[in-house]
């Protein structure tokens, strides 16, 4: 298996900044992908960004310009920086991991870290 382990969430004012990481352990894998996910309440969880090892990178219309996905391949961690918060990027974010098990893929995901925008 393949633990995620997500920080870095929390309180911040509109317009703030917050950065998530993502550090992936356990098993070994090659990174096919990892991604960032958030589901707000009463919503269904929604892509925010996501990129691959190859180091493309692809974004939710709503926080184009505003968010921006990295990672690191030796570490395997993902970050996620978000600037300009507004209101409606509150939620639960997780991070997500596509992996190459030698023959399989697997996908893994985070426990959630919160977001929480308010002034």
């Known amino acids: 298996q393949v633990q995620l382990v997500e920080s870095g969430g929390g309180l911040v004012q509109p317009e703030g900044s917050l950065r998530l990481s993502c550090a992936a352990s356990g098993r070994t894998f090659t990174m096919i992908a990892m991604a960032w996910f958030r589901q707000a309440p009463g919503k269904q969880r929604e892509l925010v960004a996501r990129?691959?090892?190859?180091?493309?990178?692809s974004y939710v219309d709503s926080v184009k310009g505003r968010f921006t996905i990295s990672r690191d391949n030796p570490k395997n961690t993902v970050a996620l920086q978000m600037n300009s918060l507004k209101p409606e990027d509150t939620a639960i974010y997780y991070c997500?991991?596509?992996?190459?098990?030698?023959?399989?893929?697997?996908?893994?995901w985070g426990q959630g870290t919160q977001v929480t925008v308010s002034s």
């Open positions: 997500q991991l596509t992996a190459l098990h030698t023959d399989e893929v697997s996908d893994y």
């Open positions: 990129i691959t090892n190859g180091g493309r990178t």
